[in-house]
């Protein structure tokens, strides 16, 4: 299996007009972004002129935050910028069946999936993206130095592996 790389970014608070900047001087690689203490999809449409490659989001699900409503938010996020798709955490340690139900609900159908976070009937999440979206999930906060990141559905960069490492890309 081969061994791919990516890069995340933590944007700390009051950085958040630097993630597209940091994302413009990477060196090609798959990045993540991720923002602290605020809702990522909304910092990320916040400033759509930014934004001039394509990146995944990171999406923390919760309680609060569940995975249908994160489907919801990427599915909208894709039009607005060059998104290539979404890798979902949580605090709950059911980081797969968060991710299973996001690829069902950007997949256009009419849906039924039951996980140990929820259960969907006969649900869909139309209009589609305008392109096919990468699902991932990681286990580990954004802030960690390394994360493992698994391909669950949609484009990915090496078919023969499934997993990625992410290493942590700081501001300057």
């Not at 994302?23 to 990522?40: C, E, F, M, Q, R």
């Not at 605090?91 to 999936?113: P, Q």
């Amino acid at each position: 299996m081969t061994a791919v790389t990516w890069r995340h970014l933590l944007v700390p608070a009051g950085r958040y007009r630097d993630a597209p900047t940091a994302l413009a001087n990477t060196d090609g690689s798959t990045v993540v972004i991720a923002y602290d203490a605020v809702d990522p999809a909304m910092m990320a449409a916040a400033q759509p002129e930014l934004w001039d490659r394509q990146f995944l989001i990171w999406m923390p699900a919760s309680v609060a935050y569940r995975a249908s409503l994160i489907a919801r938010a990427v599915k909208t996020l894709s039009w607005l910028v060059p998104l290539s798709g979404v890798v979902v955490s949580s605090d709950d340690g059911a980081e797969a069946e968060h991710a299973a139900i996001i690829a069902t609900l950007l997949s256009g159908d009419d849906v039924s999936i039951e996980t140990s976070v929820g259960v969907l009937q006969h649900a869909w999440n139309r209009p589609l993206p305008p392109r096919e979206l990468s699902v991932c999930f990681a286990v580990g906060p954004p802030g960690s130095d390394e994360v493992t990141i698994t391909h669950v559905a949609g484009p990915w960069a090496d078919a023969s592996a499934a997993v990625a490492t992410s290493r942590l890309l700081t501001l300057a």
